[in-house]
């Protein structure tokens, strides 16, 4: 306890997102979670009910620690405390709603109070869900699993975009090969008379717009 009757506790040792070779992350469907709570009771609790349902956890024991190891791993989602050392849960939610990574994580906030106001004010400030403490089994693990069918409609969203965007490259592509088929002779490679009328079409439209002369040559070769 400092002059200022502040008590820290030192920091929580943390645990790389890496698979248990017992088969404790085998599944598919595992989460990387990061649990920034202070009391190591409650960080025990936490850690053991993840771990029997194969998910990986990392660990924080405040709100700045967390913030660098989300940004450091990038989570699928987090668990964190409303009471923390420096940075407290709300202002942890804000701050990581503020970055591009952390919108995209599910959060949701350990309260000790069941109180409609405060957990309001937990979902405005970013908050996904919420359990009320004493932590127990049954809630905090059917609210990860409800993360984790958002987490995984999110990743089918994002698949389906970027199948989307590999599509549209694909055709911008074939579209171009087309073009390029449809205006050059097969034999000498040079434009040929689809593309002069293109052409002359356009310049003729430039010219009527500008008020400027045009001028065609045609050879005979």
Known sequence: RNSSHEFRLPPAPTVPFVNDPKGGATSANALNILVAVSDRGELRTLTTYLAKENHRVLTAANGQEALRLVLETSPHLV???????GIDGLAFC???RQSKVGQEIYLIVLTSRDDEEQL???L???ADDYVVKPIRSRPLLARIRAGQRVIQLQQEVQHDREELRRYAAELAVANRRLQQDAFTDALTGLPNRRYALKRLEEEWTASIRSRQPLSVLIADI
Request: proline content about 6%.
């Open 79 to 85: 668990v964190t405390d409303w009471r923390m050392p």
């Open 124 to 126: 405005e400030a970013g």
């Open 120 to 122: 309001i004010e937990a």
């Open 94 to 96: 804000k701050a990581l």
